[in-house]
């Protein structure tokens, strides 16, 4: 699908021509869609050359008409001026512009002097307004394409809070997130008041409330695990220091993506010392919500009834979720009870082998599987678990009920203070996580969290490895050149010279004691003979 741009001075009265050609159109075909840029005449030539220098095209004058593909983004291709926008809408729809020059110039007066009272309200309706600044790194990733809308529409931050969007990426993508702003703004949400498009980090998080630091790091064939882990800390480094030095110091952090999204959580809380730990914390919400839609499944239950589901660990790494705690509502069994009733849900499933085998490996292969029927990322649910985790943490989770968060641990469960792990929390309406705990566990459910945690110290120890045990001082050898006409006895030869020496004493001795008890003496005894 298209949609016809048409930008130009206020004053100008092509301009006036050609837009009111374009509400034609709009209003004689269904699917033609129209934007409107209205641009003051004293900024017309900046507006202009910046606009034509990011998408590589020549053009001098008021108006400046291009058409965008809506459902596959680029720069667009340039129609033109008045005349040109003319010859389209002639060639394609067989429409053409009625207006004279006299009626021109006058809609063109009426247009400068609506741009003027319009910019006018505007600023005064700005300095009365607060708005959440919240922004969005990666922003040309398709999750945040279905995060605008929900944000927008107050679903995330509150029926009656206005936000200002920051979109943070590179260069590259500037050109796709000037055509994101442009459909945001044609939302024509009441709580939308701005959008700020940007490659400067320090100015994305400007005075941020809220930040999703996302990321879309893939590691490659011929790269180590260790290599990525180093690569993917390098990013979220680089912003958290600039978070720590640009953003509001109660802004909320919420990290996710490919990647160790624990050390990454564990990195930034290190390198951003000015914002409070429990204000960075990672996304377990989409692994937990495979995990309760495999579950609804297995029970033929709609997955928003599967409540309490744990997931202890690392994501995107060694984790384990629990279902010991989880119940079902909506379970159609034997017992039936109101909408607030609910069963436990390893009691309803009674499969232990599939607990333990089949439901690791569905909810592990579940994410890449959706990717591959759809040949294309899932992004519209990662984007709803960083929406359904923000609107908890901004406005309270449900009462009673137990969600995730990767947090740094206080010495909860026997987790090293300090390590990024995903716990069960709940979330109090002003905002505030609390980890759930002295929460009864198995030896076997002890065991596999022990295993996650080695799992997140392993990749912590890329960064930072453990010191390696002191090598002891080496020995003094003593050397000594023996001539080998006099070389030394063994041990052997002399424990055999021993054994002799000691057998001919105890022979004289013998003899000795014999020759006395007979009267006789010994040879060297008398007097030699002469």
Not at 152 to 175: C, P, Q, W, Y
Not at 423 to 438: H, K, L, R, Y
Request: aromatic share 6%; glycine share 6%; hydrophobic share 35%.
């Amino acid at each position: 699908m298209a949609k016809i741009v048409i930008a130009g001075k206020s004053n100008c009265p092509y301009y006036a021509r050609s837009e009111l050609l374009g509400d034609k159109l709009s209003r004689n075909l269904p699917d033609f869609q129209l934007h409107k840029i209205v641009v003051k005449p004293e900024e017309w030539d900046t507006w202009l050359k910046d606009t034509c220098s990011l998408r590589e095209w020549e053009h001098k004058k008021s108006p400046l008409v291009w058409r965008e593909l809506i459902d596959r983004g680029g720069k667009g291709v340039l129609i033109g001026g008045a005349n040109e926008f003319q010859e389209y809408a002639n060639g394609y729809y067989g429409v053409q512009s009625t207006q004279n020059s006299e009626d021109m110039q006058k809609i063109s007066e009426e247009n400068k002097a609506y741009k003027i009272e319009e910019d006018k309200e505007e600023e005064a309706f700005k300095a009365l307004s607060h708005p959440l600044h919240v922004c969005i790194t990666n922003a040309s990733n398709p999750v945040c394409y279905n995060l605008v809308d929900a944000m927008a529409r107050g679903d995330v931050f509150g029926d009656s809070t206005e936000i200002s969007l920051h979109l943070l990426d590179d260069k590259s993508n500037m050109e796709s997130l000037e055509g994101l702003k442009m459909e945001a703004m044609d939302l024509a949400h009441g709580l939308l008041r701005e959008i700020i498009v940007t490659s400067e980090v320090s100015k994305a998080f400007k005075g941020c409330d809220a930040i999703v630091v996302m990321n879309d790091l893939i590691q490659s064939e011929k790269e180590s695990r260790d290599d990525f882990v180093k690569r993917s800390v390098e990013y979220h480094v680089k912003y958290a220091k600039a978070i720590n030095d640009n953003a509001k110091k109660e802004v909320k952090v919420l990290v996710t993506g490919n990647g160790p999204t624990n050390l990454n959580v564990y990195m930034m809380i290190e390198n951003a010392p000015n914002i409070p730990k429990q204000n960075i914390v990672g996304l377990s919400r989409r692994l937990e919500n495979n995990a309760k839609s495999v579950v609804a499944e297995k029970l033929s239950i709609n997955p928003n009834g599967v409540v309490d589901l744990i997931v202890w660990g690392n994501i995107n790494g060694d984790s384990f979720i629990d279902i010991s705690k989880c119940r079902v509502h909506g379970y159609d069994g034997a017992i039936w009870g109101p909408p607030s009733f609910s069963l436990p849900a390893a009691e309803m499933i009674w499969d232990k082998k599939w607990m333990e085998n089949e439901f690791v490996e569905l909810v592990k292969n579940r994410h890449q599987k959706s990717q591959e029927l759809m040949g294309h990322s899932a992004s519209m649910s990662r984007a709803a678990a960083i929406e359904t985790t923000l609107a908890h943490w901004w406005n309270g989770s449900p009462q009673g009920q137990i969600f995730s968060f990767v947090v740094a641990s206080e010495g909860w469960y026997d987790v090293p203070e300090g390590l990024p792990c995903s716990f069960p929390v709940t979330i109090s309406p002003e905002g505030s996580w609390s980890v759930v705990q002295d929460l009864e566990q198995t030896d076997a459910i002890k065991e596999k969290i022990k295993a996650a945690i080695k799992d997140i110290i392993a990749d912590k120890n890329v960064i930072y490895p453990p010191p390696k045990p002191p090598t002891p001082p080496p020995s003094e050898v003593k050397v000594t050149i023996v001539d080998p006409k006099n070389q030394e006895k063994t041990d052997g030869d002399k424990a055999a010279e021993s054994d002799s020496n000691t057998e001919a004493k105890l022979a004289t001795i013998i003899e000795e004691k014999t020759a006395d008890s007979l009267n006789l003496k010994t040879p060297d005894s008398g007097p030699k003979p002469e």
